[in-house]
């Protein structure tokens, strides 16, 4: 089944413990991206990725990293999470080129910073 | 960069019913535009979308249009049903032109009354 597979699903942290989020997807997706998805603000993109080592910085990148070193994942790093960093986080992907820029999203990861 | 207005934020209509969700966008360069549906619980989900060479598009009970000149796009639910019930979001995108960053809005609760 095509699909992009994020974990943990769910994550409770401390403010300033280093964590990562995973995003997986089978499709052989060129594009991925990260966004956050907070109440009354809707989806803001942090980071994407054109390709493998291609990555650049969407509206919202402080406090986040990324890296893309396989063409099928794109985690996501928070080195010290911060209070402000509690939201819902979605990655997406999709394929490059006039027609197929049909983005796909996987289910979610909530975070709780405390 | 792109802005992206959605109206109204939130929208109750009997079942059976149209229901009609309208966005603007401020970059006329943009070319590609995406509706989402997002149930509870999951990511969003591409319902229909529409690419800046045609002015309107169906699929069954939903179709999109929309107005370049005016910088507006609508997405239309007919015979709504309870299952309709969600968040929706519209979206732009320069795609294929070279940058597939979404810009979305910030989402229409939409709620079908039995």
């Known amino acids: 089944e095509a699909q992009v597979t994020q974990n943990p699903r769910y994550l409770i942290t401390v403010t300033g413990k280093k964590l990562t989020v995973t995003c997986s997807q089978n499709m052989n997706h060129e594009y991925m991206s990260w966004y956050r998805q907070d109440p009354g603000l809707g989806l803001r993109q942090i980071y994407y990725s054109m390709n493998v080592e291609v990555t650049d910085k969407g509206d919202v990148p402080e406090g986040y990293k990324v890296s893309r070193k396989e063409k099928r994942n794109f985690p996501l790093i928070l080195e010290s999470p911060s209070p402000n960093q509690t939201s819902l986080y979605f990655c997406?992907?999709?394929?490059?080129?006039?027609?197929?820029?049909?983005?796909?999203f996987g289910p979610g990861t909530r975070l709780l910073v405390l | 960069g792109e802005n992206v207005e959605q109206h109204p934020s939130t929208l109750s209509v009997q079942e059976g019913d149209s229901a009609v969700i309208k966005c603007t966008y401020s970059?006329?360069?943009?070319?590609?535009f995406p509706w989402y549906k997002q149930e509870l619980g999951k990511g969003p989900q591409l319902i229909i979308d529409?690419?800046?060479?045609?002015g309107e598009k169906k699929d069954q009970r939903i179709a999109v249009t929309l107005n370049k000149t005016a910088k507006h796009f609508s997405l239309h639910i007919t015979e709504t049903q309870p299952e309709d019930s969600a968040v929706y979001f519209c979206a732009a995108s320069t795609g294929g032109a070279g940058s597939y960053q979404l810009t979305f809005g910030k989402g229409t609760k939409l709620s079908v009354i039995p």
């Open positions: 997406a992907s999709s394929l490059i080129g006039t027609g197929k820029e049909t983005q796909y």
């Open positions: 970059d006329s360069a943009s070319n590609y």
């Open positions: 529409i690419r800046s060479n045609v």
